[in-house]
Every structure is written in structure tokens, then in C-alpha cells.
């Protein structure tokens, strides 16, 4: 069974404290593998798609990672708005499955 | 390039009632998937459509239906309303239906259902 596991469930910050959040999977043939941010009471954001091994994206503050079991989403030196829940999904069979996610908060 | 629209935005219904929320994706995009979240449970699947097909269900009682127009414009249906059913229901787009290349998905701003 095609399973996301996050972790940590939270974290707190300091600003300008660098962290990183884990995303482990399991499934049989990946197809993707993608991170979101959500806002309380707001749908998520997309932020990247790694398909591949060894494959890293960056967008300011953030950089995704992959490995063949598990991703992280690295956060350097973080802004109090960079508080978000952040996901990750992978494609299993024909649905998104998705992570329980991770709460930041990142205290000024 | 306007994004994944959902209406309404908040609702409030009565237990038993019944309710048809609304999802108009990315123009271009052929996929529209829908989701429940709480605070419990996270991101749960409901189902997919694809060039008007439905192409995956996930698992929920027949109470909740959905359906995909030639415009590529989605609507959910769920009868009969719980107190449970109480939640943000997402929206999401693809160009391509999940399982393909480029499939990433867009989701809207969901809609807040509250059942009293």
C-alpha cells in the first residue's frame, strides 16, 4: 500500500533558525513527488515536483530534496512568514497521496 | 492565468440537507479532483474526473457524488449531510489525469462546509 509519512508533525523556530522537514514514501514506482504550503483555511500552494533521485529545487528560502525513499524540504534561515503547514503527495494510482503534513511556526 | 476558482467559499447547512459545491480548473486543464480535509484526518481523496470520467473514487459512502462537464467545470454533490461531513473540501486541476507527466496539481481556495 502507496503510504506519506511527514515529519516532524511541528516545529517551532526561531527566525533565522534553518531546519528540515521530512517526507518519507513508500510506493511502487514513483511518479513525482511534490511539496505544497497551506495557510490556515486556504488551499494549498504548490511549490515543487522532484521526479528524480539526486534531483533539488530552491525557490528563496526553500530547497526540496529527493532520495529514493524520502525527500526534505529545507528551510534556511526562515521568516516568522514562512509559518505554514507544508506538504508532500506523491501520484498512487490515479489520486494524489498525500502526507499529514508539518506545522512551522517560526517565531520573530 | 486565472487559478483553480471554488464557490461558494463558506456554507452552512442543516443535518440531512444536501449540498453542490462548484470547481471551475485551470484553463486547459482536463483533471479535477476533489478533497476533504479536517483536522483529524488530512487530505482525503474523494475522486477524479477526466474528460467528463470518473476515474477513480476514493473511500466514501455513496452519499457523496460528483461530475465533470465538457467545459471541464466540476461540481461535488453530497445528500443527506452529517455532522461529520463538516470540513474544507478542495478542489484540485491537472493538465493531465493523475498517474501521467505533469501532473501537478492546483488547488483552489476550498470551500468551508459547516453542517449544524
Known amino acids: 500500500e502507496d503510504q506519506v509519512t511527514q515529519s516532524p508533525e511541528a516545529l517551532r523556530l526561531q527566525e533565522g533558525e534553518s531546519s528540515s522537514l521530512n517526507c518519507s514514501y513508500t510506493v511502487s514506482g514513483l511518479r513525482g513527488l511534490f511539496w505544497y504550503r497551506q495557510d490556515p483555511g486556504k488551499g494549498p500552494e504548490f511549490l515543487f515536483t522532484l521526479y528524480s533521485a539526486g534531483e533539488e529545487k530552491e525557490k528563496e528560502r526553500l530547497k526540496a530534496t529527493l532520495t529514493k525513499k524520502e525527500s526534505f524540504l529545507h528551510i534556511t534561515a526562515p521568516k516568522p512568514e514562512d509559518s505554514a503547514t507544508y506538504l508532500c503527495a506523491v501520484p498512487a494510482g490515479n489520486m494524489l497521496t498525500f502526507g499529514g503534513g508539518t506545522r512551522l511556526m517560526v517565531k520573530p | 492565468k486565472a487559478g483553480v476558482t471554488q464557490t461558494p467559499r463558506y456554507l452552512i447547512k442543516t443535518r440531512g440537507q444536501q449540498v453542490t459545491l462548484s470547481c471551475s480548473p485551470i484553463?486547459?486543464?482536463?483533471?479535477v479532483s476533489w478533497y476533504q480535509q479536517t483536522p483529524g484526518q488530512g487530505l482525503q481523496f474523494l475522486f477524479e474526473?477526466?474528460?467528463?470520467?470518473?476515474?477513480n473514487k476514493g473511500n466514501f459512502p455513496g452519499r457523496f457524488s460528483g461530475r465533470q462537464f465538457s467545459n471541464s467545470r466540476s461540481e461535488m454533490n453530497v445528500s443527506t449531510l452529517e455532522l461529520g461531513d463538516s470540513a474544507l473540501y478542495l478542489c484540485?486541476?491537472?493538465?493531465?489525469?493523475?498517474?501521467?507527466?505533469?501532473?501537478?496539481?492546483?488547488f483552489g481556495q476550498g470551500t468551508r462546509l459547516t453542517v449544524v
Open positions: 484540485a486541476s491537472s493538465q493531465n489525469q493523475a498517474g501521467a507527466a505533469n501532473t501537478e496539481a492546483f
Open positions: 484553463s486547459g486543464h482536463r483533471s
Open positions: 474526473y477526466f474528460s467528463e470520467t470518473q476515474r
